[in-house]
Nanobody, 115 residues
Framework: QVQLVESGGGLVQAGGSLRLSCAASGSTSVFNIMGWYRQAPGKQRELVATITKGGSTNYADSVKGRFTISRDNAKTTVYLQMNSLKPEDTAVYYC?????????WGQGTQVAVSS
């Protein structure tokens, strides 16, 4: 089992920045991919960004150029730096960890962007 603990959400004005963190613990694998998803009220959960252990990244078109995902492999921690935030970025952000056929989710952290 893998446990994910997120931190860093909050309320920010449009144009502001937030940084999310997610630390994985437990039976983590050498081979894994980590990332962030988000779910806005009344909408489906959607991918925000992912990063492999080797550093390859993938971003949703809606956040490209504004969000940056990174990770610290020694700490099995993934970060999401969110700049130029928009009201439409308001959502619960979930950390995601996948290894082989198993996937795990964090409890979610709320991000609210006021206009």
């Amino acid at each position: 089992q893998v446990q994910l603990v997120e931190s860093g959400g909050g309320l920010v004005q449009a144009g502001g920045s937030l940084r999310l963190s997610c630390a994985a613990s437990g039976s983590t694998s050498v081979f894994n991919i980590m990332g962030w998803y988000r779910q806005a009220p009344g909408k489906q959960r959607e991918l925000v960004a992912t990063i492999t252990k080797g550093g390859s990244t993938n971003y949703a078109d809606s956040v490209k150029g504004r969000f940056t995902i990174s990770r610290d492999n020694a700490k099995t921690t993934v970060y999401l730096q969110m700049n130029s935030l928009k009201p439409e970025d308001t959502a619960v952000y979930y950390c995601w960890y996948r290894e082989f056929a198993s996937a795990y989710w964090g409890q979610g952290t709320q991000v609210a962007v006021s206009s």
